[in-house]
């Protein structure tokens, strides 16, 4: 699709004629599918492609051809999970999810992808202790065949503050705990700076001291989960400095929602502001 084609689906008047950014190379650049869902994967593979960046965050194996066939990779694999409230930390969701991740980890090693998305699901009442027992136990029921098969299983803190209420794994602590009780290479966090500004603070400060548990990040904006330029109250610039400097070399994922006319040129900023 030319530039005539993207202006019709709705993504930004004279796109094409944006030239891609020169990047510095120091930390690879995704973005979250959902948070463009006036585009097809397609289209997005495209906008990418034109920014100067070639990966998509939570994309599911019916979208991964679109992918390769753009050259873009899919640098956080979902479609295992029962949803955001079920998950590992309740035992009465272990036979369905293990069912479920054990089919998936082939799908993401036979498409020759790493990462696969996992999550902690609610506390329903639960001692946080005993969520970390009943996720370990989960958790190691998969946790050989994903390492036989090179896949990461990467669970994501959210916030239960405002936007996940009741979810389990909502601090640093915690989820570093998890992957201590599992001693795997093949298990570690999202670490999601929006979720985690609002549960704990201290960005930087929990990025230098855990940084060997978080495989993966994510950015938004706080509050309001939208643009992550100066009208917010996160310094993207010195916090990507921060995970540049501890030698990451995993993926940057862009997971704000565009609130301004034109989300291709917030998507655009966004990588420039990270590309540090």
Not at 4 to 23: N, Q, R, S, Y
């Amino acid at each position: 699709m030319g530039g005539i084609g993207l202006a019709a689906a709705g993504v930004m008047p004279g796109f094409a004629a944006e030239k891609p950014l020169a990047l510095k190379g120091k930390l690879k650049h995704s973005v979250a599918r959902w948070t463009f869902p006036k585009q097809s994967v397609a289209e997005l593979c495209q906008i990418v492609k034109g920014i100067g960046f070639s990966a998509i965050d939570l994309v599911g194996p019916e979208d991964w051809p679109t992918l390769k066939a753009h050259g873009v990779d899919s640098s956080m694999c979902n479609g295992a999970e029962i949803d955001l409230v079920k998950g590992f930390a309740g035992a009465e969701f272990h036979d369905e999810l293990v069912a479920r991740y054990t089919r998936h980890i082939d799908l993401v090693a036979d498409a020759g992808y790493r990462n696969l998305i996992c999550f902690s699901g609610n506390r329903n009442g639960m001692d946080p202790e005993q969520g970390l027992a009943n996720a370990e136990a989960g958790l190691k029921r998969i946790l050989g065949h994903a390492e036989k098969r090179g896949v990461m299983l990467v669970m994501e803190l959210l916030n239960s503050k405002v936007d996940h209420h009741d979810y389990l794994c909502d601090h640093s602590d915690w989820g570093v705990a998890l992957c201590k009780r599992l001693g795997s290479k093949h298990f570690s966090l999202l670490y999601d700076i929006y979720h985690m500004q609002i549960m704990e603070g201290d960005v930087i400060a929990t990025i230098r001291k855990h940084h060997e548990f978080f495989t993966h990040y994510h950015t938004a904006g706080v509050p309001g989960r939208h643009e992550i330029g100066d009208d917010q109250e996160l310094n993207y610039p010195a916090i990507c400095r921060a995970i540049r400097d501890t030698g990451f070399d995993g993926y940057l994922a862009q997971e704000f929602m565009p609130s301004a006319p034109d989300p291709v040129a917030s998507l655009r900023e966004a990588i420039r502001l990270c590309d540090v």
